[in-house]
Structures are given as C-alpha cells and as structure tokens.
C-alpha cells in the first residue's frame, strides 16, 4: 500500500483550527508499505522503525533522534529529513543497523539500550529514558557518529547495573523504576519515573552516575511508590505518568493511568506539591477512560501518553484515541480545569477514536496509538509508534487556525 492523503470530501469534516497544516504530512520516516503488504513488525535497517516512542529535533535543522524503542536502539539523521523513508545516518544501541535485540542480545553497557522511550535535548548533549534498564542516559555533547558511549547514568550506580530500584522494593531518590520519560528545562531536569508513579526533579543537571534527585513529586516521599500515593486520585497523585513538558511557565505531566494531564501553576518547588488542574477529566478524583464513555470528545482522553508545548498551544497526544488534541493557553491556566481542547488531529471530529480513523490502513495524516510528540521551531514530530513510523509534520498559525469548525 502507498500512503495517500485523506479526500476532499473527507478532509472538509476536519476541524480546522489545529495548527498541523497542510493536513498532511511532509515526511514519514520508516518504511513504505507496498500494495497488498502487510503491517507487521518489522525488521531492523537504516529505514525501518519497530514502535518508536520517542523523538527529539535538537534544532529546526536537525540533528533528529528517534527511539526506536522496539528495535533497542537510537536511530540519528545528520540533517531535518526531507524524504519519505529517508534513511538515518547514525545508530545507538546496535552494532550495526541490522541488528537488534535488547542491550545488544548482551549487558547493559554504556551504548547499549532495552526499551528506549523518552529523548529530548539535554544541555549541550541528549537524554534518553532507558525504560527496562530502569535508567536514564546522557550525553554532554550530541552524539555524531555510531554507538557514542554515554557519559552519565542516572537510577543506576554502574552503566553494567540494570535492575528496577537497585533490586530493592523500596524507591529511593537515586533509583529509577521503568522510566518512560525525560525533559530538560532551564538547567532542570526531569523524568517520569513511571513504575513508581512518580517525577523526580533534579534542580541541576547531573553531574555523578547515580545523582540523586532532588524533589519528588506524585508521592509523599522518596521511598513510596504506590499507585496514587496509596489512596484514592488525587491533585498530587500519580497512576502511570509518562511525559513532561513546560508550558509558558508551567510544569506539565502526563498521567496516562489516569488518563489526564496535569497542569502546575509555575516549577513545583515542594516534594508532592498538587497540580492546579486536570486535562481530561472534570475532578481530581476522576480517573475513567473518555470519562467513562465508549466514545471521546473533545475534553477527555485514554492514556495521553506524549506533551509538548509550542507558544500559546499544548500538544497531547492522546495515545489511545489515536489523535493529538491541542489546546490554547487562556488568560490563567485555572480556567483549563476539565477544558475542552481547541484543536485536533489524526481523527475526523472529536467524537472519533479508530485507529487509523476507521481502523483501515495507515493515511499520511492518519494515527494509531501515538505515543510521542515533540515540537521544535514549526515542525512537530510525533512518534506514530503503531504505524512504525515517525511524522514531521509543520505547524502553521493561519486566521483559519483561531475559530472552531465542528
């Protein structure tokens, strides 16, 4: 099958605020699928891609890195991709870009990976949420060549250790327990801790393997790890986060358990401090997918796995309903409690949920279970991890993008 855009008929029930226009994308990366072929898993190369789950644009030009969490390894392009399956130029993970298997089919190492998810810009290098290593990377400088040893571990003493929490129950403020998620903000870093239930917030950057954090949020200390704090959801409870992004000013993570995002007003500076408001549902104490309706609509979300901010918009990528909602940031971020989104993507109205709209084949503005969204100057780059594949997909801020078409 070749991948075609929506029709005419089709594409005029789209709502057309979103800011991802044209409505389709300029570049897919991973492989083209040939008449009669069939989706499946597929094999490791330069072009194809195993549920990627992350991506980072460092610059409007690139590089671009991709985890390509199913294959266990870092995919790098030199330059921002221009063709479709454009091949990458440099591998992490793996010797080479035909091989795969965790950790290399070996030990945890310094350029090894098992489940990579989470990858963003790291000071002047990259940091990769190493999700069944129970740890995260970093790199001081870009890597810009094949398997470039990391030079920090975080959640882990040693890069030859791999066990949840240091093999103890207990977590600790110096161990990770499958992280899914990592960003890095004015000298901040933070990551989504997801087998805690957790974020922990470093107020530097690291600078020893094994560095503990410094605040805690989503548990009452840095020991516990249970589901929402043990009690019931709560304004600082956490079930299953997984992504992070600031917005304006305003930490923002998402609670995919929950199915919802949560909005601090400002950077927490208090371990478990309680967010301001909830996106995707109306209560704190709410938790039910779609709100506890088969279909979604336009203020509530299953398991929005990925967020990023761009100017006055928040990208979710509500992972599955297999679309991305957008919001608009209002006067005061109060008034979001329970908010409708402004905007969407991937879907034909807000009442859909198909992967792929109707469950068929993959549409180059088509999604299915999107895990991960980044934007970097005016291009998005979501991580279209059922489709095995990642969108480049430009933003553009037209006069059609400020009124609401339903």
């Keep these: 099958m070749t991948l075609t855009p929506i029709d005419k008929t089709e594409a005029a029930k789209v709502p057309q605020l979103f800011p991802l226009f044209p409505q389709s994308v300029e570049v897919i990366l991973g492989k083209t699928l040939e008449i ?37 390894r870092l995919l790098g392009w030199r330059n921002l991709p221009t063709q479709d399956s454009q091949p990458a130029d440099w591998v992490i993970g793996q010797p080479d870009f035909n091989d795969e298997g965790q950790n290399a089919k070996g030990n945890a190492g310094r350029a090894t990976l098992s489940v990579p998810t989470g990858i963003c810009a790291c000071g002047e290098g990259l940091a990769v949420a190493d999700a069944w290593n129970h740890r995260v990377l970093i790199w001081k400088k870009l890597p810009e060549d094949n398997n470039v040893p990391a030079d ?13 929490n240091r093999g103890t129950q207990e977590a600790k403020a110096n161990t990770l327990n499958w992280c899914y998620g ?11 801790d997801t087998g805690n ?9 690291p600078e020893e393997n094994g560095q503990p954090a410094d605040l805690v949020l989503g548990q ?41 995002v949560m909005i601090w007003q400002g950077i927490p500076t208090e371990n478990n401090a309680p967010c301001a408001v909830v996106l995707g549902q109306k209560t704190f104490d709410s938790v039910e997918i779609n709100q506890g309706v088969y279909f979604p609509s336009a203020n509530s979300l299953s398991m929005p796995y990925g967020v990023a901010a761009a100017g006055e918009w928040l990208f979710v990528a509500d992972t599955a309903n297999s679309r991305v909602l957008g919001w608009r940031k209002p006067q005061s971020i ?8 402004h ?31 980044k934007v970097c100057g005016n291009t998005a780059v979501i991580a279209d991890s059922g489709n095995n594949r990642v969108l480049l997909w430009k933003i553009t801020n037209n006069s059609e993008s400020h009124s609401r078409n339903t």
């Design 182 to 192: 990592v960003f890095y903000h004015q000298g901040k870093l933070f990551v989504a």
């Design 334 to 341: 109060l008034s979001l409690q329970g908010a409708e989104s």
């Design 152 to 164: 920090l571990v975080l959640g882990q003493s040693h890069f030859t250790d791999n066990e949840p």
């Design 36 to 72: 009669g072929q069939l989706v499946m898993p597929v094999a490791p190369s330069n072009r194809e891609m195993f549920g990627p789950r992350g991506a980072c644009l460092i610059s409007e030009n690139g590089p671009l890195w991709v985890s390509d969490t199913g294959h266990h």
């Design 197 to 205: 239930r957790r974020v922990l917030i470093w107020h530097q950057l």
């Design 343 to 373: 905007a969407l993507a991937g879907q034909i109205n807000f009442e859909s949920k198909g992967e792929n709209r109707d469950f068929g084949l993959p549409k180059r503005d088509s999604l299915n279970w999107s895990y991960g969204i």
């Design 220 to 260: 009452p200390d840095m020991i516990s790890r249970d589901e929402n704090g043990g009690g019931t959801p709560s304004a600082s409870s956490m079930r299953w986060c997984h992504d992070i992004t600031v917005w304006g000013e305003n930490l923002v993570v998402t609670d995919a358990g929950n199915n919802r």
